[in-house]
């Protein structure tokens, strides 16, 4: 029997964005006719988008989808596809795929699990189907009858299964089992996703194609755009090459024997896989985000310090490496005049050092950069609340006060700059100091967006080392940065404290690293306090960290922690990257008012 060829693809989807989601499908359908396809998995959800939210509630999302579905059908002349898009059944909303072929609609394959992830609780809007079921539907606006449920589908001689989620297990009596799951990128979760398709095309005997989004489809979800077909011998034949700047990739293979398998890219291989993945990943999320909200570019506050030379670096990357891969002709359709602007504000407490950093740092990245002296505009506010109050404020008495209107005084002329140059201004609070409330409202957490606000400070200044000396492999526009020298050779400080003070972050918190550690075991493993302090008792220790200081530094963390809710509920949308999250609104949902720790703290020894 002749091979058929199989196509599957990943789409860089936008949710309710009808016009540029059906333009993608179509395009998909395009190509894998060009490329003799005869079946195509397209992803999950992609009709509508992955991460609608409340709207999924609204009935005429669903009625929409389908009218688009109905459209797609003369265009399936000669091809099998599937597509996804919410369906109404009895009063209820079930995520199904609908599979396509011939212009004609076979049926609905429907989700039976949840895996209930950060960004999409799904059995908030949909209902899962029950395994083993199936019934006869007739869809509004057609009169044909086709099946919803657990079914096989056959095309071109081959039987097929169709399956969400990512817990889905192939049937045996299958060729072929089309996955269209959306899987969000994490950290690793590739390198595992490899090894899970290839055991089950084994386990079942039979190509499995698995179809995903592409790039930030919704805001905090990043999507890798990994699709890849396996053979029956657990063989990778086909991956679409991932993080792409484009609006699908596709890909194909012959379910034969003779194909031989993917070879991917040399840095899917790498040692600094992880280094790799973030970069890549932040990159392309920053790319969209900003043409996705019709922004020209992207404005940074550059302090001199590690957080704002990480977003400024990573900005950079994503208008460079988007332009190496799309051509500037094409790039300048999703951004229009694309720049990366920075600018340093100092204070009378801010170094030469920084001030340094920062100016070599935007000209090694081609940035705009601004100097903004903020001196005059502290000492207005200082001198006005004076007047006020009837005092002197002395750093003594008013510490805190005093340091937070300098991070505030940067705010209002940053913004301006951004809005003036219909900009993105970027956030720069990392995961770390987010967790302890070591950032100032209307300060530092200012922005439209906080890239890494979900990455812990620890392997920030490892990742900046290795962006300083090495940077990514093969990526287009992208290297190593050397002016990075000049940030990585600081220790970490805030400058809002007169220079004698010799303010330093670690100082005024915990070494980096064992702030990461206790972060880990508190919120994603759940422990007391009196178990993270036996925990961290037992890891090896730095010379002269000693059991008291290891209690200090467990009773600052949850201290600052519970009492920082509130801040986090005001901070701007963040990239989540692996399973520690603090944005309440995906998964940190804690209290803003609590007395939690306080007797627990009372007890540590």
Not at 118 to 142: A, C, I, M
Not at 203 to 213: G, H, Q
Request: charged share 20%.
């Amino acid at each position: 029997m002749k091979p058929t060829l199989l196509a599957t693809a990943a789409l860089n989807q936008t949710p309710l964005d009808w016009a540029g989601n059906l333009e993608n499908i179509l395009e998909a359908i395009a190509q894998a006719r060009q490329a003799d396809a005869k079946i195509l998995c397209l992803p999950e959800l992609c009709l509508t988008g992955y991460g609608c939210g409340e709207t999924f509630a609204a009935p005429h999302v669903a009625q929409k989808a389908l009218e688009l579905l109905l459209q797609l059908l003369p265009k399936t002349q000669g091809l099998t596809v599937t597509v996804g898009l919410p369906l109404q059944h009895e009063k209820a909303l079930y995520n199904t795929v609908a599979v396509v072929s011939d212009g004609k609609l076979l049926g609905f394959a429907a989700k039976k699990e949840f895996s209930n992830g950060p960004f999409l609780p799904e059995d908030r809007w949909f209902s899962p189907w029950e395994p083993g079921k199936t019934v006869e539907v007739t869809l509004e606006g057609s009169n044909e009858k086709c099946h919803l449920g657990d079914a096989l589908f056959e095309s071109s001689g081959i039987k097929f299964a169709v399956e969400i989620g990512e817990s889905a297990q192939s049937r045996p009596q299958a060729d072929l089992v089309l996955n269209p799951t959306a899987v969000p990128f994490t950290f690793g979760k590739m390198q595992l996703r490899r090894k899970q398709l290839a055991k089950l095309a084994k386990e079942s005997d039979a190509f499995y194609l698995s179809a995903n989004l592409l790039g930030n489809e919704a805001g905090r979800a990043i999507y890798d755009g990994a699709a890849l077909i396996v053979s029956g011998q657990g063989n990778i034949l086909a991956e679409t090459p991932r993080f792409s700047y484009q609006d699908l990739q596709l890909v194909t293979a012959a379910d034969s024997g003779s194909s031989k398998p993917a070879t991917l890219p040399t840095w899917e291989t790498s040692p600094n896989i992880k280094h790799e993945e973030f970069t890549r990943a932040i990159a392309l999320g920053l790319f969209d985000y900003a043409r996705k909200i019709r922004c020209k570019g992207y404005v940074v506050s550059l302090s001199g310090g590690a957080d704002s030379a990480t977003i400024a670096v990573l900005a950079a990357t994503s208008l460079k490496a988007a332009k190496a891969e799309l051509g500037e002709k094409k790039l300048l359709q999703k951004i229009q005049e694309p720049c990366l602007t920075c600018a340093y504000q100092p204070s009378k407490n801010s170094s030469e050092t920084t001030k340094n950093a920062a100016t070599k740092l935007a000209e090694a990245l081609g940035a705009n950069f601004y100097l903004l002296p903020i001196g005059d505009l502290i000492q207005s506010y200082v001198d006005l609340v004076e007047k006020a109050v009837g005092k002197n404020l002395t750093w003594e008495e008013d510490d805190l006060a005093l340091q937070n209107i300098q991070a505030r005084a940067r705010v209002p002329g940053i913004w301006l700059l951004a809005n003036v140059q219909h900009a993105l201004l970027l956030a720069t609070g990392n995961r770390s100091e987010v967790a302890v409330g070591y950032a100032t409202l209307d300060g530092d957490t200012c922005g439209g967006l906080a890239p890494i606000a979900a990455i812990d400070k620890f392997y920030l200044l490892q990742w900046l080392a290795w962006m300083r000396d090495h940077g990514p492999e093969g990526l287009a526009g992208a290297e190593a940065v050397p002016a990075l020298k000049l940030i990585t050779d600081q220790a970490p400080t805030a400058e809002l404290r007169p220079p004698e003070a010799n303010q330093r972050d670690e100082d005024d918190l915990m070494p980096y690293q064992a702030l990461t550690m206790i972060e880990e075991m508190a919120i994603r493993r759940r422990m007391s306090p009196q178990e993270v302090l036996e925990a961290i008792k037992q890891e090896p220790k730095a010379d002269g960290v000693t059991d008291k200081l290891l209690t200090q530094w467990v009773r600052c963390f949850f201290q600052r922690w519970s009492q920082s809710q509130w801040k986090r509920e005001r901070g701007a949308p963040a990239f989540h990257l692996d399973d520690i999250r603090l944005d309440p609104l995906t998964w940190g949902n804690f209290p803003i008012l609590s007395g939690a720790y306080a007797e627990e703290l009372k007890e540590l020894e």
